[in-house]
């Protein structure tokens, strides 16, 4: 379209023959059409129905999601490393601390941008998050501290230091569970304490040591599960009822029109 345009624009010395419209197919008609009206050949977004309104799904949903799902890979990643250092004499000691500190930074990005409708909720697991963060860093300030993950390992107290952040872990994986009946995210929620818990108190005796190592194997195996199926999930699960967010956003006195503008939609 645009080189007919210019086309006829010029002399007719200079354009030769006049230009043909026989090459101007339907469908090319179409795109002008949609140029002409600032619309565009893309499919249409898909369209959700939410408790207060109809909702799509934008660039910075996915942008959000993607890095909470990155973030939770990296996590598992980062702290199932951390965990087989501890079982190797020939790790250093630096390697289980920057793995220890590169899962808890990236976890704590996810806890940043998950979705959960209970505002209150979400910020109790970010302060669990910040409080065992603070522990981590007051373990590492200590003299006799090589690393994060080896001092609580030989040091069974530290657990009260750090089980505010895998606190947070367990009400992540709840939460994923009961959302979308996640089995390596009930998986999660249930082995994360029970590990914490199992080390804290020495539960198993003589026999602290292997079991322990079986827990900490299922642990890793069932976050890094969990971490590798949030990848086949649709983005709009991750984002939930989006305008239930967009609805808690608004002023008191701007909720209220919204309601009355959704009961006069419903008569």
Not at 16 to 24: E, H, L, R
Not at 64 to 72: A, C, D, H
Not at 145 to 165: I, N, Q, R
Not at 262 to 267: F, V
């Amino acid at each position: 379209m645009m080189a007919t345009v210019l086309s006829s624009a010029l002399p007719a010395r200079a354009r030769g023959a006049p230009a043909s419209t026989s090459g101007t197919t339907p469908r090319r008609r179409l795109r002008a059409a949609l140029a002409r009206r600032g619309g565009s050949t893309s499919p249409p977004k898909e369209v959700f129905q939410g408790q207060f309104g109809a909702w799509t799904v934008d660039a910075e949903d996915e942008r959000e999601v993607f890095l909470y799902r990155l973030g939770l890979s990296v996590a598992a990643v980062s702290w199932a490393a951390t965990g087989l250092s501890l079982l190797s004499p020939a790790a250093p000691a630096w390697f289980s601390g920057a793995g220890y500190a590169v899962g808890s930074f990236a976890f704590g990005g996810s806890l940043a941008l998950i979705h959960i409708y209970v505002t209150p909720a979400k910020r109790f697991l970010q302060g669990l998050f910040l409080v065992g963060l603070l522990g981590s860093v007051f373990i590492f300030t200590r003299e006799d501290c090589a690393s994060v993950p080896a001092y609580v390992a030989s040091h069974p107290s530290g657990v009260w230091f750090v089980g505010p952040l895998f606190a947070s872990v367990t009400g992540v994986g709840f939460k994923e569970g009961v959302c979308y009946n996640k089995s390596e995210a009930f998986a999660l929620a249930a082995l994360t304490p029970t590990l914490l818990l199992a080390h804290l108190t020495g539960l198993f005796g003589e026999a602290s040591g292997p079991v322990e190592t079986s827990l900490l194997a299922l642990w890793s195996a069932a976050f890094l599960s969990f971490a590798a199926s949030k990848w086949g999930q649709p983005v709009h699960e991750d984002i939930g009822d989006k305008s239930v967010f967009e609805f808690m956003k608004l002023s008191e006195e701007e909720q209220q029109i919204q309601l009355r503008r959704l009961r006069d939609l419903g008569e």
